[in-house]
Nanobody, 115 residues
Framework: QVQLVESGGGLVQAGGSLRLSCAASRNIFRINAMDWYRQAPGKQRELVATVTSGGRTNYADSVKGRFTISRDNAKNTVYLQMNSLKPEDTGVYYC?????????WGQGTQVTVSS
């Protein structure tokens, strides 16, 4: 059982930066992996970035080199630093925790990138 609360979404100009935060209700070092997903209108939810309990990271090709996922275990928080944002990055961003064979979801935070 993991409660997740995202924050940091908003409106940003293309080329700008934004940092999303995901606060978890338990120590994230005990969670197998933390993920960021996003969903654009009319599109399926897609995996953007993952960080495992061992510190390994993976990124979607579309964000590689621009986005960075990181953890602050002391704060039980996962971040997604988004740089060089593009209009196609627009969508609802969801934090997810993979633990005990289950995936737990946050409520999502809207990111809108204007051209």
């Amino acid at each position: 059982q993991v409660q997740l609360v995202e924050s940091g979404g908003g409106l940003v100009q293309a080329g700008g930066s934004l940092r999303l935060s995901c606060a978890a209700s338990r120590n994230i070092f005990r969670i197998n992996a933390m993920d960021w997903y996003r969903q654009a209108p009319g599109k399926q939810r897609e995996l953007v970035a993952t960080v495992t309990s061992g510190g390994r990271t993976n990124y979607a090709d579309s964000v590689k080199g621009r986005f960075t996922i990181s953890r602050d275990n002391a704060k039980n928080t996962v971040y997604l630093q988004m740089n060089s944002l593009k209009p196609e990055d627009t969508g609802v961003y969801y934090c997810a925790a993979d633990s005990g064979g289950n995936k737990y979801w946050g409520q999502g935070t809207q990111v809108t990138v204007s051209s």
